[in-house]
């Protein structure tokens, strides 16, 4: 099945369907595909918002996300598991550097590779025994050949509405699943060559080990970019993660949404009133009818509560 017939009609269709599709499509690999299946277990995904940022407005005033790079997330550790080629023996470490030398110098032959390989090798030994330089590079790659756009299961969460969404004066979008499957969908069908695929974050109490030999590179990549400290998991975070060919540029990462992608928006229970009416004024003049609701205080209870507003 190709991109363009992966996604066709996908609202007739019921999510165990869905699900089906995406997992019997062999031309993606089945780390990718099981992402998609994690996702759509959810009608609805969350992003926290804060009105007072122009680039946070442009999500309802322009339908539109921003794919991050790691290299501006605010855990130090996020997406910064190092790769440890250390561990694996000589050969392997030459057998892996081989691999890189095809790729960067085609017009080599292999007694050539294989000079240059022992070359870089022995040097490497001396100077660089726990491959910093390699861990390095594999960083700065992630960064620039993929981006990031982050959501949670969780609207109602007291420490992500002071920490994503101003102190509770901000916003937080409801995006409903299946019409993201359909905006990444039209992606593929326009010949972008980026893919767009979502991932659900694993956190973890051990520092994982991402090990170049025993794992291949897409399995690599995947686990740099999604495990994360077990400190963070009251965030149940979910990742769409943009895998470009080429570099990023900064106008490759905002993406536009269709209509109807966007299906709730939340007020924050300390949000001006300004603010406030800045939003609705918003919501009004756009095609589509979007749900509107207010946070408030639970009495009684450290909890939020949402109300319906007639806009």
Known sequence: MDKKEQFKNINDLEIPEIIKIIMNNKEMPYILRRGWKDVLKHKYLYKYRDWKCPEHRRMLTHDEIFFTSA?????????????????????????????????????????????????????????????????????????DLYGVFSVTEKPDDILMWSHYSNKHKGFCVGFNVIELLNTFGDLFEIGINQYIIPFKVKYELDYPILNPFTMDGIETIIKSLTFKSRKWSYEKEYRFLMMADEILKDTDRPVCLQEGVIAKVILGCMMADKDRQGIMDVLRNRKDRIELLEARKAFGKFALEFDEIDY
Do not use: C
Not at 96 to 102: A, G, I
């Open 71 to 143: 290299k501006e997330f605010n855990d130090p550790f996020d997406s910064k598991i190092p790769v440890r080629y250390d561990l694996g023996n000589e050969q392997q470490i030459l057998e892996l550097r081989k691999v890189d030398l095809r790729e960067l110098n085609p017009g080599i032959d292999e007694k050539g590779v294989e000079t240059m390989a022992k070359e870089w090798l022995g040097e490497k030994l001396k100077r660089d025994p726990y491959f910093h330089e390699e861990q390095k590079y594999t960083e700065d790659r992630e960064n």
